[in-house]
């Protein structure tokens, strides 16, 4: 990669999008399932944009977007409203999106960084998804074909404030909130099928270096360059990157920089301009006139909250407080709901079992144990029987502790004398006798009872 100029900072904001997974559309009872079925299969007028139709808010998909808005810290909105965007793209059949504008349904979040820093999330709201383009040939013609099975989805979009300065924390905080999906249920948040999609605005500003990054000492630049259309995290770091070098590289010779719509190509690693980004002017923005204003009580937010869980960032903090962890470890068991579960299940069997629990850990994450033993208690269960069927005889044993009480004078005087961590070192000794068979424990109950304490 190639190296930054230091003199300019990066100034990155977010705007994430996920579907949720609830069964039905936002704005009409069709299924809301659309990957892999049969082209325009699950549509109505609705859907299709069709003159008269009107569109009917899908609690589910509204009681979760608070949910996650909750998760986030956010202050939920009592009166909300959708309004309608207008675009022309011939996926939105009815040449604007119901989406929120003004008064969203969350506002003013916030994460907490693997170093913890604080990161504020601006607002979430919900929207509805426009349907599918393919573009093929057919025949010696090339088509656009169009499939309205996605429009109507209910899609929730987060939009963070612009206080990301390197792509790490970037890629950290959107791991954390396609986690977050999972751990609330809400949705899978698969980047391959489209149910998380990225998007990241980048401009550069200078740096007065005595300053340092201080968040009240960086002046937002009067443009952005909006990265559009990556569907993995690996990629979107890469296309950070690239884009960085780029700003930086007109910017040192005196360029403005256009404010734009850019896309990324993995073979050159550079990014490429798409169009001009349109101005909020442009879209028209007003109240959804079908839909009436939405009033979200304090008892329903109270009703929601009791769905709330540990967020995967209060849990990795967890982790490394309660257990010990690396942060290394506590990431990768925070990122699954099912493998921390099984982790802290495993744990507790480990300290009641006298196990070396450093060592059972390394087993599950490296060796993927917890793959092998569905349950922790089959895992435990094993090393037991490994370490019974290793253990030496009680002959083997009572003559490896009474040559290392007869060879280690001084730390069985040491130890008499009161010094605790001697009995460490001799139950060492034995067990290097041993040659690693035995158990800490055993030995150590053995040696204490030659040594008469
Ligand atoms: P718009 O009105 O064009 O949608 P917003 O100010 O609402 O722009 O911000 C949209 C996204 O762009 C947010 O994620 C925000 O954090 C980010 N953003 C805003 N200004 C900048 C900037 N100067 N550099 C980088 N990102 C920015
Ligand atoms: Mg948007
Ligand atoms: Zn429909």
């Not at 996605?150 to 612009?162: F, H, I």
């Not at 990431?331 to 099912?338: E, K, P, R």
């Not at 480990?350 to 092998?372: A, C, E, P, S």
């Not at 009572?398 to 290392?404: M, N, P, T």
């Amino acid at each position: 990669m190639k190296k930054i100029n230091p003199e300019y900072i990066p100034i990155i904001g977010l705007e994430v999008h996920i579907e949720l997974n609830t069964k039905r559309k936002m704005f009409c009872r069709c299924c809301a399932e659309h990957f892999l079925q049969a082209a325009n299969s699950n549509t109505c007028p609705t859907c299709l944009g069709l003159p008269g139709a009107m569109p009917y808010p899908n609690k589910t998909a509204i009681e979760n977007t608070v949910l996650f808005g909750l998760a986030l810290g956010c202050k939920i909105n009592k009166y909300s409203k959708f309004d309608r965007k207008h675009y022309f793209y011939p996926d939105l059949p009815k040449g604007y999106q119901i989406t929120q504008y003004d008064l969203p349904f969350c506002l003013n979040g916030k994460w907490e960084s693997p170093d913890g820093k604080f990161y504020q999330i601006r607002r979430v709201h919900l929207e509805e998804d426009t349907g599918k383009l393919q573009h093929k040939n057919i025949g010696d013609k090339k088509m656009s074909l169009i499939d309205f099975n996605r429009s109507g989805v209910p899609l929730m979009e987060l939009v963070t404030e612009p206080s990301f300065h390197n792509p790490d924390d970037v890629l950290a905080f959107l791991k954390d909130i396609q986690t977050l999906a999972r751990y609330l249920q809400i949705s899978n948040a698969d980047m391959e099928k489209g149910s998380m999609r990225l998007e990241a605005n980048i401009s550069l500003t200078k740096i007065t270096k005595q300053l340092g990054i201080d968040e009240k000492n960086i002046k937002l630049p009067d443009y952005k360059v909006e990265l559009k259309n990556i569907n993995s995290f690996r990629f979107l770091k890469n296309a950070i990157h690239a884009e960085i070098v780029r700003q930086t590289n007109l910017l040192s010779r005196g360029e403005k920089i256009k404010q734009e719509t850019r896309g990324y190509d993995e073979q050159t690693n550079s990014t490429y301009s798409q169009r001009s980004k349109e101005n909020v002017k442009d879209y028209r923005y007003f109240p959804e006139p079908d839909i009436p204003s939405i009033v979200i009580e304090d008892e329903t937010v109270a009703i929601i909250q009791k769905r709330l869980v540990e967020s995967p960032w209060e849990k990795r903090k967890r982790y490394i407080k309660e257990f010990g962890l690396s942060q290394n470890y506590a990431q990768i068991l925070t990122s699954d709901l099912n493998r921390g579960a099984y982790f802290e299940k495993l744990y507790r069997l480990t300290k009641k079992h006298h196990l070396n629990t450093k060592k059972v850990v390394d087993l599950m994450i490296n060796k993927n144990y917890d793959q092998k033993f569905p349950t922790p208690q089959g895992l435990v269960l094993d090393l037991l029987k490994t370490i019974k069927t290793q253990s030496p005889s009680d002959e083997q044993l009572d003559r490896a502790v009474s040559e290392v009480l007869i060879s280690q004078r001084k730390a069985v005087s040491d130890y008499k004398s009161g010094k605790e961590n001697a009995l460490g070192f001799l139950i060492g000794a034995v067990s290097r006798k041993l040659s690693g068979k035995g158990d800490a424990m055993t030995i150590r109950d053995k040696l204490t009872e030659s040594l008469g304490k």
